[in-house]
């Protein structure tokens, strides 16, 4: 059982440019969500999507964009990259609260390391 | 979500257990208490959760108090890999997101 794939697993953009991020949630999962942890702190909430629709978004700015396919996997677009953009994103992968009686689990891939030079 | 509060940092000598507690005194009823680790540079791992009742698996148990305002990762013989940010999260079943606090910086001392 494939858990949550994420690619490339490192890269290097200059200011100003666009990125985007590559996410497969683990098998049986329809719901992927994206953090972003900079060096030093915890994970921050980007946003999530399920249906192939945005759901839920933390506190970040317009230039962070993403989409999902109808097979669930899904893309983080960051565009105009800035120096403080450098940093792990990860992806988050679950089922749509579909048993409430066990919890919901949530799982990570291992993560983006993108630096802005 | 509630909030939880942990120790910033903790040591444990290899093969011993490590006990690892979290408070979490504004939980609600409906909420599971969730731990994840993160070893350096690699994505969170899940490793147990529960709602009241202790529970335990391959990786770890779980001590959660009776009035579950606070719980206790056990990891039973640790070794050097154990090494990691221990993550304690609250979160209800039906909530999407998680929101990570500052977390237990554990380190095994050989």
């Known amino acids: 059982d494939a858990g949550v794939t994420q690619s490339p697993t490192h890269l290097i953009k200059t200011r100003g440019q666009q990125v985007t991020l590559r996410c497969s949630p683990k098998?049986?999962?329809?719901?992927v969500s994206w953090y972003q942890q900079a060096l030093g702190q915890g994970p921050q909430f980007i946003f999530q999507?399920?249906?192939?629709?945005?759901?839920q978004r933390g506190n970040f700015p317009d230039r962070f964009s993403g989409h999902q396919f109808p097979n669930y996997s899904s893309e983080l677009n960051v565009n105009a990259l800035l120096l403080g953009d450098s940093a792990l994103y990860l992806c988050a992968s679950s089922p749509r609260n579909r048993d409430r009686g066990t919890g919901n689990t949530i799982y990570f891939g291992e993560g983006s390391w993108l630096t802005v030079v | 979500d509630a909030k939880t509060t942990q120790p910033p940092s903790m040591d444990c000598a290899e093969g011993r257990a490590a006990n690892l507690p979290c408070n979490h005194s504004t939980i609600s009823g409906n909420e599971y208490v969730y731990w994840y680790r993160q070893i350096h540079s690699q994505g969170p791992q899940y490793i147990i959760h529960g709602l009241k009742n202790n529970e335990t698996n391959e990786m770890a148990s779980l001590i959660i108090t009776e009035d579950r305002k606070s719980s206790t990762l056990i990891l039973p013989h640790a070794t050097l890999r154990d090494t990691a940010v221990y993550y304690c999260?609250?979160?209800?079943?039906?909530?999407?997101?998680?929101?990570f606090g500052s977390g237990t910086r554990l380190s095994i001392r050989p």
């Open positions: 999260i609250v979160r209800g079943s039906s909530a999407s997101k998680i929101i």
């Open positions: 098998s049986g999962h329809d719901t």
């Open positions: 999507y399920y249906e192939e629709e945005e759901r």
